[in-house]
């Protein structure tokens, strides 16, 4: 995560006051953002109150005039709400810098419904509620460097981000790190199942299998080593994590989270194609 000082940040106004308006909000504030740098136009009653709450913010109930001030609009509602939303803010904000976290809606629909390129894509993640997050970013060719740069401080203050060349890509980013967490939940929850089917209380289950994962990450990332050497440095010929892996390659596991993955990236461009207009 970047320290970035914020202090002399443009004001940035947030189109949806959801889970991920809230982990880069959260981040923002974090670092130093003054709240009256921060617009929200949220039109669900209880989630405003949960904002005022959490962050002392007070939000908008619909888009008006006010948003004009932001250099910077953050797009985080719904795939499927996205077009209806863009045509309440076009008109009050035809010279900002777009910045939309919605997955699979492409800049080429974005661009229409706001009359405007300039338009960096991110497909963050929850993590980025612990400022632990992974973001994968994609500019529109239109984008100035100092715009690119713009982006980087907002979604550097959540946690770590990657550039792709190909706004495509995207898609494959929504299938592995933006749906990620879901797959480290499942087998987190899987492991603390089969832990407790093996007598040890649930709470420990969970905690050795939390461990294992962050621990297990740390290393990899710390090692620089393969994950196929790592793993194999785990197991030793005919003990206990063999029979382990023996019973996933005889079930194919692999190929079948490899599938999972696919299934994810059709339903990221099919959102496109659905939600795009
Ligand atoms: N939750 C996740 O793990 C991730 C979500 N995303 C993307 O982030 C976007 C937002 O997702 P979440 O924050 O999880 O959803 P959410 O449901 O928590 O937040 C969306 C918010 O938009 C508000 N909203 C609805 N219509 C609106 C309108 N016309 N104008 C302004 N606000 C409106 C809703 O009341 C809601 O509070 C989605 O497009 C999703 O694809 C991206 C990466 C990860
Ligand atoms: O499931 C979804 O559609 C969103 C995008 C990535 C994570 N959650």
């Known amino acids: 995560m970047s320290t970035t000082d914020l202090s ?5 106004a947030f189109i949806g006051g959801g889970n991920m308006a809230s982990a880069i909000i959260g981040g923002l504030i974090r670092q130093g953002l003054p709240k009256d740098r ?3 136009v949220e039109p669900y009653e209880p989630q405003r109150q949960t904002l005022q709450q959490q962050f002392g913010i007070h939000a908008l109930p619909a888009a008006d005039s006010s948003l004009a001030q932001a250099q910077v ?10 077009a209806q939303a863009a045509a309440a803010v076009a008109d009050h904000s035809r ?9 699979g809606i492409r800049s080429d629909s974005i661009a229409q419904w706001l009359g405007n390129d300039q338009i960096v894509r991110a497909m963050p993640n929850t993590p980025a509620l612990v400022g632990q997050g992974m973001t994968g970013l994609f500019a529109r060719p239109q984008v100035s460097a100092a715009q690119q740069q713009l982006a980087e401080q907002i979604i550097s203050t959540t946690g770590q981000l ?10 494959a980013v929504t299938a592995l790190s ?7 939940f499942y087998f987190l929850e899987a492991m603390q199942q089969a832990g407790a089917e093996m007598g040890l209380p649930a709470e420990q289950a969970l905690q050795l299998a939390i461990g294992t994962f962050s621990g297990a990450s740390a290393l990899a990332a710390q090692s620089g080593e393969a994950p196929a050497v790592l793993r194999e440095r785990v197991t030793s010929k005919g003990g206990t994590t063999f029979a382990a892996l023996e019973h996933m390659r005889g079930a194919d596991i692999a190929a079948h989270f ?10 990221a461009k099919a959102l496109g194609d659905e939600f795009g207009g």
């Open 8 to 12: 002399q940040f443009p004001t940035i």
């Open 38 to 40: 921060i617009q929200v």
């Open 73 to 82: 609009v953050v797009w985080a509602v719904k795939p499927q709400t996205f």
């Open 95 to 103: 010279h900002a810098l777009h910045l939309s976290v919605a997955a």
């Open 162 to 171: 990657v550039w792709v060349q190909q706004e495509s890509q995207l898609d």
């Open 178 to 184: 933006g749906s990620g967490p879901a797959y480290v």
């Open 258 to 267: 490899i599938g999972a993955m696919h299934a994810a990236e059709r339903r």
